[in-house]
């Protein structure tokens, strides 16, 4: 029987030196703490005790409270961005193409074809490498970029020249912050 006990025993410990070492490191470790904590006056214990209990609620509390500062502030851009968002898709029904139309047809515009006039009035309004292509009489456009005013401006000067946004999707960047931008016009 004691031959079947010393036969596990050393199984135990053949098979996990590591673990049966970290233990008996870490109980030397507690045995000395524990000493050294005997070895201290009252008054020191409490001492200890109260710094202790103060360190880890300053660090939780100070810790929670900059975590919950950063999530209000990405809640509060991610609303500022939706309310952009709907405030574009709302200007969308607020211009007269048919009075657009006519000016545009007067200014000579519609000489160029309807992507290339969307292109280089991107161009002008600061965008640069927009995918522009025509699909029947709605032409559609992809672009990225980090402004949201010059996404709005440039979709603005869209609407001014006549141009109906059917399609609109907006989406940012968590990385970049650019904005991404897919969008189907009419004229």
């Known amino acids: 029987m004691k031959r079947l006990q010393r036969l596990a025993k050393r199984s ?21 703490l524990a000493t050294r904590w005997q070895a201290l006056s009252a008054r020191d214990q409490l001492a200890l005790l109260l710094l202790s209990a103060f360190l880890l609620l300053f660090v939780g509390g100070y810790g929670g409270y900059s975590v919950h ?24 029904g607020n211009v007269d193409s048919n009075a657009l139309n006519a000016a545009s047809s007067a200014d000579g515009v519609d000489a ?13 309004s600061g965008i640069a490498d927009a995918q522009v292509i025509a699909a029947g009489d709605a032409v559609q456009l992809s672009f990225n970029h ?3 005013a010059v996404v709005s401006g ?3 000067k869209l609407e001014q020249q006549g141009w109906q946004l059917t399609q609109l999707s907006m989406q940012q960047d968590l990385v970049t912050k650019a904005i991404q931008v897919q969008a189907t016009v009419t004229s």
């Open 12 to 32: 135990t410990t053949a098979t996990n030196p590591q673990s049966s070492a970290l233990s008996t490191r870490m109980s030397s470790y507690q045995s000395i």
């Open 154 to 156: 440039a979709l603005g």
């Open 146 to 148: 980090p402004s949201q």
């Open 69 to 92: 500062q950063a999530a209000n502030a990405s809640k509060s851009e991610y609303q500022e961005q939706v309310a952009d968002y709907f405030w574009l898709r709302a200007q969308a």
């Open 112 to 124: 160029m074809p309807p992507a290339s006039s969307i292109n280089a009035l991107l161009n002008n």
